[in-house]
């Protein structure tokens, strides 16, 4: 699976961005899909995922009521809606796929990867 990542960019502090990841091949069954984001000098971490199959959402505690997370089954495409940012969200965003979606409960390292998109975010 190839995951395409659109939408970073500048955006100042409290304001929206949108970003959207297509998968290459048709998604179905146990198939999750979400976003990690690593700001400079810091581990990668989990932003939010979607599980295809019932489009349960999980969140970080960090991005809660500020971040939504939505899938569109047509176009194999995951959107995320990151409203009230703010200067701790500034990070490269890399959407992230797998077939097993046990490893989003597990919060294991998840096996299809894209290219970052880099969120600025200014004062």
């Known amino acids: 699976v190839q995951l395409q990542a659109y939408g970073g960019g500048l955006v100042q502090t409290g304001g929206p961005l949108r970003l959207s990841c297509v998968a290459s091949r048709h998604t179905f069954g146990r198939f999750v899909m979400g976003w990690f984001r690593q700001a400079p000098g810091k581990e990668r971490e989990f932003v939010a995922a979607i599980i295809w199959n019932g489009g349960t959402e999980k969140y970080a505690d960090s991005v809660k009521g500020r971040f939504t997370i939505s899938k569109d089954n047509a176009e194999n495409t995951v959107i995320l809606q990151m409203n009230g940012l703010k200067a701790e969200d500034m990070a490269i965003y890399y959407c992230?796929?797998?077939?097993?979606?046990?490893?989003?409960?597990?919060?294991?390292?998840?096996?299809?990867w894209g290219r970052g998109t880099e969120v600025t975010v200014s004062s």
């Open positions: 992230a796929a797998d077939y097993n979606t046990l490893k989003l409960r597990l919060g294991q390292k998840f096996d299809y």
